[in-house]
């Protein structure tokens, strides 16, 4: 069964304070792992794609790396308003290019000021 | 900017009542897709839907799930006999070219809440 672990659960940041969230996966083969932002009462807003080992990619105060085990989604210098859930979902070969995302629990972040 | 809309935001109902909860995906996309998501709890998988049929569905997706697209608009999810267990925030979700791109966009959700 594939499955997706975040870590940490939460945690909480002075503004301007750099971290990473971690997001591993097993899973019985990866067409693509993305990551998701999600505040309170509102539904999830994609981030960014990866696909393979190696890949970077980068969206403000955000980048997002990836490796064969894991995924690491940094923020530089973070922003009150960068406080949210981030969801760490998979995609696996088992299914076509219609099929569901697994998503982890997610890390609570909070950026105080 | 366009956007997934969903009716109701919130709806209240009797266990063993028919519920249907309404999407309106944007409009020059082609994949559907319902997820759940109980409180405090990770965001699950429930149905996806491209030219108009089922693609996939979950083990969470039993006879009691139905989904329909009426008209070129809008996509059903129906709950034939909700159950407490069905109480969560159910979103709408669609997307250009499938969930391989992972760029899927998301409605702001219906509470369910089965008493």
């Known amino acids: 069964e594939d499955q997706v672990t975040q870590s940490p659960e939460a945690l909480r940041l002075q503004e301007g304070e750099s971290s990473s969230l971690n997001c591993s996966y097993t899973?019985?083969?990866?067409?693509?792992l993305f990551w998701y932002r999600q505040d309170p009462g509102k539904g999830p807003e994609f981030l960014f794609t990866?696909?393979?080992a190696g890949e970077e990619k980068e969206k403000e105060r955000l980048k997002a790396t990836l490796t064969k085990k894991e995924s690491f989604l940094h923020i530089t210098a973070p922003k009150p308003e960068d406080s949210a859930t981030y969801l760490c979902?998979?995609?696996?070969?088992?299914?076509?290019?219609?099929?569901?995302?697994?998503f982890g629990k997610g890390t609570h972040l909070i950026i105080q000021p | 900017e366009p956007e997934v809309t969903q009716t109701p935001s919130h709806q209240v109902t009797q266990m063993g009542q028919e519920v249907i909860l309404r999407c309106v995906p944007i409009s020059n996309h082609l994949y559907f897709y319902w997820y759940r998501q109980i409180l405090g709890q990770k965001v699950e998988f429930l149905v996806s839907f491209y030219n108009n049929e089922i693609s996939e569905k979950s083990e969470i997706f039993d006879d009691q799930f139905s989904v329909e697209r009426p008209d070129g608009s809008n996509f059903t999810l129906k709950i034939r006999s909700t159950k407490l267990e069905d109480s969560a925030m159910y979103f709408c979700a669609s997307s250009t070219q499938g969930a391989l791109t992972g760029e899927l966009f998301f409605g702001e959700g219906s509470r369910l809440t089965v008493l």
């Open positions: 979902a998979v995609q696996t070969l088992s299914g076509g290019g219609a099929d569901g995302l697994t």
């Open positions: 899973v019985s083969g990866l067409r693509g």
């Open positions: 990866l696909y393979s």
